[in-house]
């Protein structure tokens, strides 16, 4: 019996590995297609052309481990906006001026550029007037907080994923619990990345995944197929400001849940699992 081992490397890292058997010639013969057609995949997967953007800012730690997944499956370009950006949704600039600017930027061979608007700004100028060539998908993320459950509708990091979709590019939206904790991203964003990269959904879906900000000890696992749950994560709480001429100001300050509905990608969450779903919009066709 002989056993061949194949292997795909880039940058040091062991991107695709098989076993084959064979001792016939027709064994040889479909070992070879095997070959060709998974070569092909796995090509395309790490020749990719990729953007990615965020809500939480060009100089946020989450871009920057985004750009560097990336950067493990070809070509990065980060475009992203100059401030915080959250709760956005999908806002672009109609009225004023949004300035371009090239960044430096703490990963190799990357080029990138800070936007004076929001996170779908990012994607239009990105795509008609930055990148000579569209990308073959876009990354959103990681934001800084869960988007979960009713969020998923104020998210600007969903927002420029979905401004994606509607140039007709695949998108991830990446997310991860509101703390300093990124155990759970760092070990498994590359396997789950490469999971939805081979599962890409419909023309009017994008991915949508949650990491809990834990331990690798205390991560229970994963859940595909989440559900939002029919509620918002950060409950609605204001602080008032009463002043002399009767009017008064609100400062959000949105209060995190501690209980969510069975099956939901908030109680996945809350339970310390990474949570992984569609979001589907009815418009994009």
């Known amino acids: 019996m002989q056993k061949i081992e194949i292997r795909i490397v880039r940058n040091r890292n062991t991107l695709f590995k098989m076993y084959y058997d064979f001792t016939q010639e027709k064994r040889k013969k479909a070992f070879f297609n095997t070959i060709l057609v998974t070569a092909k995949a796995v090509t395309w997967r790490i020749n990719m052309r990729i953007l ?11 871009i920057k481990r985004l750009a560097q997944l990336a950067a493990r499956f070809g070509e990065v370009w980060v475009v992203a906006p100059d401030d915080q950006c959250s709760a956005m949704s999908q806002k672009i600039t109609v ?15 990357v080029q990138a550029y800070s936007v004076g608007g929001t996170p779908a700004d990012c994607v239009k100028a990105a795509l008609y007037h930055l990148m000579p060539e569209r990308p073959d998908i876009v990354f959103s993320g990681i934001n800084y907080g869960y988007n979960c459950g009713y969020d998923i509708l104020y998210s600007g990091t969903v927002g420029a994923a979905m401004e994606a979709l509607s140039a007709g590019i695949p998108a991830i939206a990446f997310s991860k619990e509101m703390n300093d904790i990124y155990d759970v991203v760092d070990e498994y964003i590359l396997p789950i990345t490469k999971e939805l990269l081979d599962n890409m959904p419909a023309t009017s879906e994008i991915w949508n995944v949650n990491f809990p900000g834990c331990t690798l000890d205390e991560v229970k696992g994963i859940i595909w197929d989440a559900k939002p749950a029919q509620m918002e994560y950060y409950s609605d709480h204001y602080i008032r400001e009463d002043y002399e001429d009767g009017s008064f100001s609100l400062t959000a300050a949105g209060l995190p849940v501690t209980d969510a509905p069975e099956n939901t990608d908030i109680r996945y969450v809350l339970d310390r699992y990474i949570s992984i779903g569609k979001i589907k919009s009815h418009i994009i066709k």
């Open 52 to 62: 990615v953007v965020n809500d939480d800012g060009i100089t946020s730690e989450g």
């Open 95 to 109: 009225r004023g001026d949004m300035k371009v600017k090239r960044i430096d930027f703490p990963v190799p061979a």
